[in-house]
């Protein structure tokens, strides 16, 4: 295959707080081909979305800084390019969607002045010309009444239109990465699959590579063609969406297929992995999973594995993937 | 990209107008009686003051001495002050002064107030700290006590009244918008600005400035009442407006040793700033129910 679109190699990305040096993402590793939809997930708190933010260069700083590894955007890595480079490729080549549409949008301006800004800044276009472009992207995820709705203010259209809104501001320029942050989850379940058909079919019209974060395995498994599962700052097991699904080798990969409801089957309980999310920076020697693990070994609470390869296109970092 | 072919939601009725959040608030502001009330008031004042050169029945400055301290008759309908100008002129051509001094002394204040504000909210670090303390210092005072140590400087004048009073009050409106700025940056579609790629500068002027505005505009019309009275309050320690200058505070001290003989000419300047006061007061709180978003149902 051609060069990757991203490829984050062993990034780190640490806070500074009073209480000392937290590692929130911990020596990660992604990649992402062109076309592809990549999807992150974990339960809240493994550091999905400051690995999201880390690519754009958006961490608070302080407390957050990238001390480590390299984000390889086609070629170039982000952690040395410029604030001023970072302007040129946020929005234009990597775009970003977020998880709370209500709050997305500034109250203050009409849903064309805010697409058709992020037309301008990276386009040279007239106003007018910006104006008939928003409309244009606005049907173009399926926005109905388009000619009327870009003259509307945020507070006037519902969760899903805004959702809508934000993903044509998105694609208005034709990024070539698309890094989508729990675009679902703030909506309800038709509205859920609305999105996820729409961001499907600009992902297949327009090539544009996605990296969608999310803890919802049944959005992985409709969307993405691999998935990357994240624990306490760390990729634990990454693979064929198939294969994780099918397949996993990972116990806590395991425990959280576990978790989902089954439609077959008539559960009386529903299973849950034992413990929480360790608090990075409480972490210790070992496989960071091992205090949650019902199968850890004595290995396992001394040593941290690797990840090992099982098959073509799936590893896994756990001592029984051997 | 094609056409994205998507199941459309029930729309809104074609005849639903567009609103955009201004036109909202004026709505909301026309249903509050006592707003209009307001405006009524300042708007007279505001008519009264355009129009002084031709309503006044007589100049300003220029008394008859035999007609001193009259009482309200059908020639001087506010009676006659101690050097027998006709009250009624002076309090209209006071209008302009007053009207003046609060807004601009606001403007100034406003203006200045924000882009400390701004700057020390979205900067932080030194900045924060360096503006931060600056208001601290300059609220350490009682404001009335630092406008005149500023006009005792500067020289007792109708401008440098204005000019300490903006001073005086920069802090009051630099604090309000530093603290809108620390809400609003954490906000996400200021994360989202920046997320296509915006300048700092540019997210500050066009997205937490306008989202800004709100409140300034609120405390901003409250800010002209408590203007006019600190103008008055100079006026009437004689470190503003100078003779024959009709600012109120300065009829009300120069009238004041006649207030048994002749009550007129302190009762029509006193009563005319509290109408202004009262005005603005009123449609800044008007303007307060109609701009503040947990107000509405």
Known sequence: MSQPVLQIENLQTHFFTDRGQVPAVDGVSITVHKG???????ESGCGKSVTSLSIMKLVPNPPGKIVGGAIRFKGEDLVLASEK????????????????PMTSLNPVFTIGDQIGEAIRLHTKTSKKEARQKSIEMLKKVGIPRAEAIVDEYPHQLSGGM????MIA????????LLIADEPTTALDVTIQAQILDLMRQLNQEADTAVLLITHDL??????????????AGNVIE???VRTILKNPKHPYTIGLLNSLPKLEESQERLYSIPGNVPIPGSLTAGCRFAPRCEQAMDRCRQEMPELIPVEENHRSRCWLSI | MAEVNVQTYPVKQADEQVISPWREAWRTLRKNKLALVGMGIIGFFVIVALLAPWIAPYPYDVGDLKMKNQPPSEQHLLGTDYNGRDVLSRV??????SLWVGTFAVIGSVVAGTILGLLSGYYGRWVDTLISRLFDIMLAFPSILLAIAIVAILGPSLQNALLAIAIVNIPTFGRLVRSRVLSLKEEEFVMAARAIGMKDSRILLQHILPNSMAPIIVTGTLGIATAIIEAAALGFLGLGAQAPEPEWGKMLSDSRQYIQKAPWTVIFPGLSIMLTVLGFNLIGDGLRDALDPRMKN
Request: hydrophobic share 45%.
């Open chain 1, 162 to 165: 805004r959702q809508r809104v």
């Open chain 1, 36 to 42: 592809e939809v990549v999807g992150i997930v974990g």
């Open chain 1, 238 to 240: 990454e693979g064929d």
């Open chain 1, 218 to 231: 049944g959005v992985v498994a409709q969307m993405c063609h691999r998935v990357v599962v994240m624990y």
């Open chain 1, 85 to 100: 480079r970072m302007r040129e490729i946020r929005g234009n080549e990597i775009a970003m969607i977020f998880q709370e």
């Open chain 1, 169 to 176: 501001m998105a694609m208005a320029c034709n990024p070539e």
């Open chain 2, 92 to 97: 209209i051509y006071g209008a302009r002064i």
